[in-house]
């Protein structure tokens, strides 16, 4: 799923050809793509584009007449821009937007349909779109901290928690973790000042970070490749391969559809957390710690 990163590049892209422009047409070729009845989809047509906002993980782009545009692109959705004259892509889309100057597409790989488009009216139909997640750039280190221990969750889950932060999710909690050397299956109610010091500054570098080498890597162009995977990552989607600053094997716990990302040895002092599956299966045998794991590799 897009975060902040690629979200902030998308809006900034978004921005810089929509602004001004006219939404000419907007043809649905998924029903399911469109989760509002009211207003009608058809009266943002003849609009011009005013705005375009980040708003958690969604993309709003604002209309006159205070309409709004709202896209969850959820895990597989993506972006693509084709201005005036360029050919559209045969790649299927979900829905396409037709501009006085270009058409955005939307498409999703796979079969599960989870992206989804709203159009509200005015700023209560707009932040009613909002989970109410603190913008952690936005934040002073003490909302941070207040936010963080207002519920007692693992690390991993709250900062993956779209009502407790905004915009992070599976990929960028791996990689703001390893930063601030902290286990994700941390409880907030056991962390101590300096650890809640050391996550709010990471949080804020490595998406800083990664928005930079985003919009560079994008450059004037549209982002095409937006994904959740990146070799310059330090664990996420790394499993088994060299911890960049240690050169431990880059460890997996997998629950559901998703997967956490860690390395023992800087983030959990060398114990191994217990992977539901091989754990359960290998029971005794299941090693206690990054050195047991390497004696038995």
């Known amino acids: 799923?897009?975060?902040?990163?690629?979200?902030?590049?998308?809006?900034?892209?978004?921005?810089?050809?929509?602004?001004?422009?006219?939404?000419?047409?907007?043809?649905?070729?998924?029903?399911?793509?469109?989760?509002?009845?009211?207003?009608?989809?058809?009266?943002?047509?003849?609009?011009?584009?005013?705005?375009?906002?980040?708003?958690?993980?969604?993309?709003?782009?604002?209309?006159?007449?205070?309409?709004?545009?709202?896209?969850?692109?959820?895990?597989?959705?993506?972006?693509?821009?084709?201005?005036?004259?360029?050919?559209?892509?045969?790649?299927?889309?979900?829905?396409?937007?037709?501009?006085?100057?270009?058409?955005?597409?939307?498409?999703?790989?796979?079969?599960?349909?989870?992206?989804?488009?709203?159009?509200?009216?005015?700023?209560?139909?707009?932040?009613?779109?909002?989970?109410?997640?603190?913008?952690?750039?936005?934040?002073?280190l003490a909302q941070f901290a207040a936010r963080l221990r207002s519920a007692n969750h693992t690390l991993k889950r709250a900062l993956t928690d779209p009502k407790l932060f905004s915009g992070i999710g599976n990929a960028y909690s791996d990689e703001i973790l390893h930063a601030a050397r902290l286990s994700p299956v941390l409880l907030t109610s056991r962390l101590t000042d300096p650890q809640v010091e050391a996550l709010f500054e990471a949080v804020r570098a490595q998406l800083a970070l990664w928005t930079q080498r985003l919009r560079a890597e994008a450059g004037t162009g549209f982002p095409e490749g937006v994904t959740a995977f990146r070799s310059e990552m330090a664990v996420h989607g790394r499993f088994g391969q060299p911890c960049p600053v240690c050169g431990t094997p880059v460890q997996r716990i997998r629950y559901a559809d998703n997967e956490t990302n860690y390395c023992a040895r800087c983030q959990t002092g060398g114990r191994l957390l217990a992977d539901r599956a091989l754990s359960r299966l290998l029971k005794d045998d299941w090693p206690r710690s990054i050195d047991a794991f390497d004696r038995d590799s």
Not at 60 to 74: D, I, P, Q, R, T
Not at 97 to 105: K, R
Request: proline fraction near 4%.
């Open 1 to 140: 799923m897009p975060e902040i990163p690629d979200l902030e590049v998308y809006r900034e892209a978004l921005e810089g050809r929509l602004a001004g422009h006219i939404l000419e047409r907007i043809q649905l070729v998924s029903p399911f793509l469109l989760r509002t009845a009211v207003p009608p989809i058809a009266s943002a047509e003849g609009r011009r584009v005013v705005a375009v906002r980040r708003v958690g993980k969604r993309l709003a782009v604002g209309l006159e007449g205070s309409l709004w545009l709202v896209f969850h692109l959820m895990i597989a959705g993506r972006l693509h821009w084709f201005a005036s004259g360029t050919a559209l892509s045969r790649r299927a889309a979900l829905a396409r937007l037709t501009f006085d100057n270009g058409t955005l597409t939307l498409t999703e790989a796979g079969t599960r349909r989870r992206a989804s488009l709203h159009l509200v009216e005015g700023a209560a139909g707009l932040a009613a779109q909002d989970p109410g997640g603190l913008e952690v750039q936005q934040a002073s």
